[in-house]
């Protein structure tokens, strides 16, 4: 661990704190229909999209309504994305002629982008043409970003709003972030990553000599368009099976500092758009606090274990960190910073091989998506995935002290609670039990490349991933099978919906409520005491559901490493 190292580390940090206030004033702006200073170019578009769709912009919508819609908006998308990959060997702009995909890495692939996973049991550069990169997976990366930050935002309605029924127009909402947040972020940021040497080409594969004389062939295509909101979006998948550890996704350091910065900014503009919405701005950044203090422990653990390297090798005075599956230009620190922010965040972009990682190092990727990506997480999804642990810890806080709980003006009664649990624990019934099946069908166990706990760690990372809807991987596992094809994409669907629907319903059974000042009796949410106990609430939550699992596998995987025992 260096200086250097904790320097670009704090200085992350302090970007992203600075990248907050303006993006939820912005965002604020748009989600409320006010004048931006985009609105003279993008209100007649918007308008004209309307029009389109047949759709009245002042009519909204109840919570029911507007969760059916979404749903509905994600069935269409599937079956697009589905026959685009069916149907790749007949269509344009295939320059090296790819074959149709299968049609369970198919059924894999269109459930794993409409659901903002991006998991790949794929190599793109191998496997897809540019017209599949482009209209099915950059597409759905826009549009599965979209969803999430106005999901978050039609539950921040429900904090906000008293004594209606409606949360907000699904198409509206949607139509807005695209057009307005992620669509003018990413063309200024595409221009950015070719400026940085990332191609955006229609042209072929680029034939190459060797130095030896060898016939090699590079891969290229339009890359900067979709590495833009794969980072932004918090979506992850790559253009390239190597992710943003390939020169061509991830040319030098500086491009990958901004990538970093690119996948939590939105997340945390959020919150401040939550402070904004509910009328006291101090509320969004006690939710920021929790979720930095979460991250930089994280970041902190991440980093010391890379840097402390092999018990083994150590003594063979083999010294200086783990460097294995890391790149040389980037480092043990960009690596450890990278894995954290992008499994914190949902977005499985990866620079590194996380299979490679120490047994704690790599430990703490896998607990930051256990705990559902709260820490920013997916843009949208972090922030309402938090909320529901801001409303357990408030119904625990209110049993302390004898009170009704309350929230922002809202008595947080039975019904929410049962909401925000249900939406949780249906995360761990996917990502434990699927590991359960695996580990034990012949099958399934035929596809794990190490045995003992890091065998098992690889395959409770692959569904974790899934579930969470994050689409990295330890890399160990050959998931391109029938059986992990299948069940990888129940997890994600599973994952993203299920855990939707009772927030949604959460967010209408608030915004029907009245507000009620605060009382004498009103815990203070935007203090020290609060950000410890929704810190307290997450762990003892996570500890209690996910410490037998990672004690089978990278807490054993330590203990066994410092026997020198290495799998």
């Known amino acids: 661990m260096t200086l250097i190292g904790w320097i670009q580390i704090l200085l992350f940090c302090a970007i992203i704190v600075a990248l907050t206030k303006p993006l939820g004033w912005y965002m604020t702006r748009v989600f409320n229909g006010e004048r931006t200073f985009l609105s003279p170019i993008l209100r007649p578009v918007e308008a004209g999209l309307y029009w389109a769709g047949g759709i009245n912009e002042e009519h909204e919508q109840h919570w029911l309504t507007y969760t059916v819609a979404m749903l509905l908006f994600h069935v269409f998308g599937f079956l697009v994305l589905y026959a685009l990959l069916r149907l790749q060997a007949l269509l344009p702009y295939n320059p090296q002629d790819q074959s149709a995909v299968a049609q369970d890495l198919s059924f894999n692939t269109a459930i794993s982008f409409i659901t903002n996973t991006n998991w790949q049991n794929y190599g793109g550069e191998s496997t897809l043409s540019y017209l599949v990169q482009m209209l099915g997976l950059t597409h759905q990366n826009f549009l599965s970003a979209a969803t999430g930050i106005v999901l ?41 990553l070719v400026w940085q040497g990332i191609p955006q080409t229609l042209g072929a594969y680029v034939d190459a000599t060797t130095l030896e004389g060898a016939k090699q062939q590079i891969a290229v295509g339009p890359v900067a368009s979709q590495v833009a909101i794969k980072m932004l979006g918090t979506n992850g998948g790559g253009f390239f099976n190597a992710n943003a550890a390939h020169p061509f996704e991830n040319p030098t350091a500086l491009s990958n500092f901004v990538q970093m910065i690119s996948i939590f900014a939105l997340g945390a503009g959020l919150t401040n758009v939550f402070g904004r919405m509910v009328g006291n701005q101090r509320q969004g950044w006690a939710i920021l606090a929790v979720m930095g203090v979460l991250f930089v422990v994280g970041v902190g653990i991440t980093y010391w274990a890379e840097a402390s390297g092999i018990t083994g090798l150590n003594a063979l005075g083999l010294t200086g960190g783990n460097m294995e599956g890391k790149e040389v230009r980037f480092g043990i620190v960009a690596s450890a910073l990278f894995a954290v922010i992008t499994t914190a965040a949902s ?53 302390m002290v004898g009170r009704t709980p309350e929230y922002v003006g809202k008595k947080i009664e039975s019904r929410e609670v049962k909401m925000a649990m249900l939406a949780i624990l249906v995360l761990p019934l996917m990502y434990l ?14 596809s794990i490349a190490n045995p003992g706990p890091h065998g098992f760690t690889e395959v409770l990372y692959a569904y974790t991933s899934a579930t969470g809807n994050n689409g990295s991987a330890f890399g160990g596992l050959s998931g391109n099978t029938f059986f992990y094809n299948l069940t990888l994409a129940s997890a994600m669907f599973v994952g993203r919906f299920f855990m939707i629907i009772p927030a949604m319903a959460l967010a209408g059974s608030l915004a029907a409520k009245k507000s009620v000042p605060p009382s004498a009796g009103t815990l203070p949410t935007t203090g020290p005491l609060f950000v410890g106990l929704v810190i307290g609430v997450i762990l003892i939550i996570g500890g209690l559901t996910f410490f037998p699992a990672l004690a089978l596998g990278p807490i054993a995987e330590h203990l066994a490493m410092t026997a020198n025992a290495l799998f």
């Open 152 to 192: 978050a935002v039609a539950l921040i309605r429900g904090f906000s709003r008293a004594s209606v029924r409606t949360i907000g127009n699904f198409w509206v909402d949607v139509t807005r972030c695209t057009l307005y947040v992620l669509l003018p972020l990413c063309i200024v940021y595409a221009l950015f």
């Open 347 to 399: 977005c499985g972009a990866v620079n590194a091989m996380h299979d490679s990682f120490t047994a704690l190092g790599g430990m703490i990727p896998l607990i930051n998506m256990q705990l559902g990506e709260i820490i920013v997480g997916g843009v949208g999804a972090g922030l309402y995935g938090m909320l529901l642990f801001v409303v357990l810890t408030i119904f625990v806080a209110g049993l």
């Open 433 to 446: 039990g699927w590991t359960a099946v695996a580990v034990v069908l012949p099958s399934a166990v035929a």
